[in-house]
């Protein structure tokens, strides 16, 4: 299992738009998907999961990986969080 907190760079945070970005990141990998903001723990290849964290920027949230390809996941998804959801 592999773990990272990470701050939401984008200023509107986890909406609509990011978040299907970010949920279509966590559907490449066959890993178990999660994330937490205060102690509440989502899918996150759920969109109405990841929306009602409602998350937003400077928010820090915890990305958790368990799988296969667990490694790649968590390193795919930080570094779009990261870049603030740039195409």
């Given at each position: ?30 890993s ?6 205060d102690e ?48």
């Open positions: 299992m592999c773990v990272k907190d990470v701050t939401i760079q984008n200023q509107v945070g986890l909406h609509a738009r990011p978040a299907t970005f970010f949920i279509q990141k966590a559907n490449e990998f066959k178990s998907i999660w994330v937490e903001k509440r723990k989502v899918n996150a290849k759920s969109l109405l999961g990841v929306l009602s964290l409602g998350i937003v920027g400077g928010t820090t949230i915890k990305i958790i990986c368990d799988g296969i390809d667990e490694k790649e996941a968590l390193e795919g998804l930080v570094n779009l969080v990261n870049s603030g959801f740039a195409d």
